[in-house]
């Protein structure tokens, strides 16, 4: 199921523009079901845009 990437960012309340939903689903874990909510970060960053620290580590996604 492909989301509506500004109506989740809506809802939940997240105004960064880096970051891109793509897809939604439903998880049981331990007997209780969630909704999981998957998303990229888009930013490529040679310094941090809150500190200016230049010595970014990228842990993925």
């Known amino acids: 199921m492909n989301p509506n990437n500004n109506t989740i ?23 209780i079901t969630s909704k999981v909510f998957e998303a990229n970060v888009l930013a490529n960053y040679s310094k941090c845009p809150q500190c200016g620290f230049e010595k970014l580590v990228h842990n993925g996604h």
């Open 9 to 31: 960012k809506f809802a939940l309340s997240i105004e960064d523009t880096n970051v891109n939903f793509y897809n939604f689903k439903k998880s049981t874990m331990r007997g």
